[in-house]
């Protein structure tokens, strides 16, 4: 069985989801489902600790969904490091989705906050799963602090855009000794798919799946997809050519 | 730097001139591009605009669903005052009207937090007039660590205060400042404000900046429709918000898009904004900005709302008093304006639901 193991979880998908944007609570809880997702990031600040009775992590129950907090909507380091101690007394979860974007139009992620907010919250026990620019260099800056995976942007968050990052994701999948998740802008299936024939070893999709006419669906699509693109990538693509590979003019005369 | 050296590069009567004659063409033209500069803006609020409000209605749905999904934040006013030192021609609180004044004590803001918290509300607003020796930082930033325990997010809309004072109430965990202009045109501004410190229109147009430059979470900009004719103000207030996303880019903003409703007091509105002039505005914006959050009162009657979810609307509030204590300490004291929408809170929840969209109460946490 191909899993993907992160810190001590075993995961079985590679398609990873989100909790925001859905029409209702019970639309995301039946289109997680069936995506067969394991791992589900909800925003630390959407949930309503106090209130046991909080409508999002109701509908979160299952066995099979392991919870992922994340601290979207904190500018910096600081403030990271505050809401994921918050989180994992609300959630009882050492594991946090690092995402520093001081930025609310394109919620591009700070580098240099990240990186500061991942050193200390490994040190704190923390895994850390912090959502970066498609930058290879940054990416092993956090290895080197003790992240347990990174997760790159495919284009800018929310944009459905796919896959515009691809020279850079190449490298930091070449390069990385920890997994690769492509974290934002896939917006189709086949983004999802080529992530993974790429070799990222996973992807995390909400907005493709939560805005679509119908989630459901749309969370088998990607489930499919991601499976897909796995297997290709195993079973390895056959090169791609520039042109066509005729004789040899050059050699032919040594008739070999 | 501040906006004013902006804003004093256009002239009110060129711009209004320019939005007249654009003509359909051009705004056909506009709607095919993919990126709507503020120019376009311009044409998109034009009359010449009217025939595609479907179209825009259309893109601005996709696009907000896009960015913010099929949620509506839910937020709720609490009047902490009517004392005012301003006279304000549009308003209840105005210096001269003879009204009872009222400033909530620290038990009274609790009853009204306490019921407020009842009805669901997670995000709040607190307003006051401007009476700066009972109503000043002091109290606000008071009232504010008084109710944090109990609200995720807090806004304030009150009088325009000083870059420190703001870092203050930061601290204290103030999350929002919503501050209009009212009018972008200058003459007009000191005719409906004629005596008060808010008379003074520099210092207000500033404010922004000031809350910028204190490193605030979001800054609520908007004008009053009624005052002036309301193409050109929301042109600049547009303008503003370019202006302000370049400048201060940590920062998030919001649009409201008050328009003048009955009052105590004698000014009718001098410039109409129908409906439809109000769908088109929705969805310029929309169309210029997609991150942009676009909140919407209960001035507006329950049709309005009720379309409104579809159109690129992202906040709404319900059930608000406009009257300090009038949710549970004092209802019947006089209202700053009458709301139009009047529907429950669980009224408006179910109606928003049924339209197929999420209601978020929380979507933050007060530190």
Known sequence: MDTLKIADKTFTSRLFTGTGKFSSSQLMQEAILASESELVTVALKRVDVENESDDILQYLKAASINLLPNTSGVRRAKEAVFAAELAREALQTNWIKLEIHPDPKYLLPDPIETLEAAEALVKLGFVVMPYVHADPVLCKRLEEVGVQCVMPLGAPIGSNKGIKTLDFLEIIIEQSNVPVIVDAGIGAPSHAAHAMELGADAVLVNTAIAVSQNPKQMGIAFKKAVEAGRMAYNAKLAPVKKQAEASSPLTSFLNL | ?367
């Open chain 2, 1 to 367: 730097m501040s906006f004013l050296t902006v804003f004093e590069t256009y002239d009110w009567d060129t711009l209004e001139q320019e939005i007249y004659n654009v003509t359909e063409d051009e705004v056909a033209a506009i709607l095919q591009k993919e990126k709507i500069t503020l120019k376009d803006f311009k044409a998109l609020i034009a009359p010449a605009a009217k025939p595609f409000i479907e179209q825009m209605a259309q893109r601005s749905n996709q696009l907000t669903k896009k960015r913010f999904g099929n949620t509506i934040q839910m937020y709720i006013p609490m009047y902490l005052s009517n004392e005012c030192q301003n006279i304000c021609t549009y308003c209840g609180f105005s210096l001269t009207n003879k009204i009872r004044r009222k400033t909530l004590s620290d038990a009274e803001i609790l009853k009204e937090a306490a019921h407020i918290k009842s009805l669901g509300y997670d995000h709040i607003l607190l307003v006051t007039g401007e009476a700066n020796k009972t109503v000043g930082v002091a109290y606000i930033k008071h009232a504010i660590e008084l109710i944090k325990s109990n609200f995720s997010n807090i806004s304030i809309e009150v009088q325009p205060l000083g870059q420190e004072e703001y870092e203050q109430l930061i601290e204290a965990g103030l999350y929002a400042v919503l501050v209009y202009q009212e009018t972008y045109h200058r003459t007009a501004y000191k005719t409906h404000h004629p005596k008060g410190k808010k008379s003074n229109f520099e210092y207000r147009l500033d404010t922004p900046d000031r809350l910028g430059k204190a490193g605030i979470h979001k800054i609520g900009l908007g004008a009053l429709f009624g005052l002036e004719d309301w193409r050109v103000d929301s042109f600049f207030t547009a303008l503003h918000l370019k202006y302000l996303q370049k400048t201060y880019w940590k920062t998030k903003y919001s649009i409201s898009f008050p328009r003048l409703r009955p009052h105590q007091g004698d000014v009718e509105p001098k410039v109409e904004m129908t409906d439809a002039d109000l769908v088109q505005l929705i969805c310029a914006y929309r169309l210029l900005d997609e991150d942009v959050e676009l909140s919407l009162s209960t001035r507006e009657s329950e049709r309005f709302r009720n379309h409104s979810v579809h159109l690129g609307i992202t906040s709404m509030s319900a059930e608000s008093k406009t009257n300090p204590g009038g949710y549970s300490v004092e209802p019947e004291s006089l209202e700053q304006f009458e709301i139009s929408d009047e529907r429950s809170t669980a009224t408006i929840e179910q109606m928003i639901q049924s339209q197929g969209y999420e209601v978020v109460w929380k979507d933050w946490f007060n530190r």
